[in-house]
């Protein structure tokens, strides 16, 4: 299930008052600009930078600890097994296989960087309801068949899990119980196509409702977004950091 | 006075082995509420969707206020003054937000966004949903849905209202509250609905459909 946006903050928060596009964009862009850095001491700021906006806008730590840890499981295996691709001054050596002193920085950077653009989207973008989200992407023109694809999948994935659970347990008040046979096999296949049937039916349904409220292929957004000087300011300091992050890579 | 909706020798089925409605013909006239009952599969549903032209006859000809409608283009003015409540809320009701779901007929109609807020207020108080503006659509009760669902209709401020089975599913309370809701408004309606004292409330002619034709059902 989509994970309730309001459940990632303590309470009202300093990023709420920033405009949902302000939001998209600086995370895109810092994103970027921290995926092509290799300065050690530049994505230390990065890192040190969306921490603190973390810290500042009061993200939760249980739901971004499960998150981040998810992602540093993958970078200890990185560290683990990178040193021993790359050459350079031995670190340690186990028989033929050696770990570099490259190898292990090169999986920092990767790890830093990886950390970085992670804290960044979780505070700046996974705190905005997908539906805003949305229609923040709409503004930068995002192809309208996408924005609407995500609307969708947000209004109807609910719908779909239901529809799933019921068929699910109408199976198992038949005494149905998964193993390894082709019984299983097939009646999961029926499960899967009945769901499949089942979506295509009510799609068609739900564009039949929206023709008769004059849907003729256009959206109409009911809410605007509006600037603030908290956009302002918090645009001020984005940019800041990232010519900040620049300029440490360029002195480097 | 014309007739709002009518219909004449319409036939209509979804496949050669499957005839749904045969030589169907009835008109419905302002201010009138006209119940149509029958067996589940019996055409009722179909013939809603008809009227909006959602499907199109294989014969007959159907009229919508004064004009002969055949073609696609004819219905958009159709459903503009008719609006239809549909069986299954989940099907009508697809916006995160009930404000957003109810504003979006009269968006659709380009009417301005102060005009819109407007009448989405006015709307949802007049359904008795006052406050439920940023409410999430999906985790409405069915009651609560249905409601919503026929305050997007009447946002739109039809002139006639095709409603398919509106308390199927709902509880006794749910089911009293969109009688009640119904009973108060002006338009005229087609029903589709198996409650017979909900149709003894509203209705003031009946029509039975059974194997595919309309046949009167007043003495029922």
Redesign the interface.
Request: aromatic share 14%; net charge positive.
């Given at each position: 299930m989509v994970t309730q946006p309001t459940l990632l903050l303590r309470g009202p928060s300093l990023v709420d008052r920033i405009d949902p596009r302000v939001r998209v964009l600086a995370a895109v862009v810092f994103s970027i600009v921290t995926a092509l850095l290799s300065s050690l001491v530049a994505l230390g700021l990065a890192l040190a930078c969306t921490a603190s906006l973390a810290m500042v806008s009061g993200l939760r730590l249980a739901p971004a600890a499960r998150r981040l840890a998810g992602l540093n499981g993958v970078m200890l295996l990185l560290a683990a097994v990178v040193p021993l691709s790359v050459e350079g001054t031995a670190l340690f050596a186990l028989g033929s296989w050696t770990w570099s002193r490259e190898g292990l920085l090169l999986a920092a950077t990767i790890a830093l960087k990886a950390n970085a653009i992670l804290l960044a989207v979780l505070v700046l973008l996974a705190t905005l309801?997908l539906?805003v989200l949305g229609h923040a992407l709409h503004h930068f023109y995002v192809p309208e068949k996408l924005v609407h694809l995500l609307?969708?999948t947000?209004?109807?994935i609910?719908?779909l899990e239901q529809e799933y659970g019921r068929l699910r347990e109408a199976m198992r008040l038949r005494a149905f119980r998964p193993g390894l046979s082709s019984h299983t096999y097939r009646s999961f296949g029926y499960l899967i196509g009945m769901l499949l049937v089942r979506s295509v039916d009510?799609s068609e349904?739900?564009v039949?409702?929206?023709?008769?409220?004059?849907?003729?292929g256009?959206f109409?957004l009911?809410d605007?977004f509006a600037m603030s000087w908290a956009d302002a300011w918090f645009g001020a300091a984005a940019v800041a950091v990232v010519i900040g992050m620049i300029v440490l890579q360029w002195r480097a | 006075m014309a007739s709002l909706i009518e219909f004449e020798n319409v036939e209509f089925n979804y496949g050669p082995a499957r005839p749904v409605l045969r030589d169907c013909s009835f008109a419905l006239a302002p201010s009138e509420r006209l119940a149509l009952l029958g067996a589940n599969g019996s055409g009722k549903s179909t013939l809603l969707?008809l009227a909006?032209g959602?499907l199109h006859p294989r014969a007959g000809r159907i009229a919508a206020f004064g004009q002969p409608r055949a073609v696609e283009r004819d219905f958009?003015e159709v459903?503009?003054r008719a609006?239809?409540l549909?069986q299954?809320s989940?099907?009508?009701l697809?916006?995160?937000?009930v404000?957003?779901d109810v504003?979006?007929?009269p968006?659709?109609?380009g009417k301005p966004?102060d005009e819109?807020?407007r009448i989405t207020a006015e709307t949802l108080r007049n359904v008795g949903l006052e406050g439920y503006e940023h409410r999430i659509?999906?985790r409405l009760s069915g009651g609560e849905k249905r409601l919503v669902a026929l305050a997007?209709?009447l946002a739109?401020q039809p002139e006639v209202l095709l409603l398919d089975e509106p308390t199927a599913g709902l509880d006794e309370a749910s089911s009293q509250r969109i009688l009640q809701l119904l009973a108060r408004l002006p338009q005229a309606m087609i029903l589709v609905s198996h409650d017979r004292d909900f149709l003894g409330r509203i209705a003031t002619h009946r029509l039975r459909l059974s194997e595919g034709r309309l046949l009167p059902a007043d003495h029922e």
């Open positions: 309801d539906v609307l969708f947000v209004r109807y609910d719908v009510r349904r739900i039949a409702a929206m023709k008769c409220r004059g849907f003729q256009k109409w009911l605007h | 969707r909006v959602l958009h459903r503009r609006g239809m549909f299954d989940d099907d009508q697809f916006c995160p937000t404000a957003e504003a979006f007929g968006l659709n109609l966004r819109v807020r659509t999906y997007t209709v739109m």
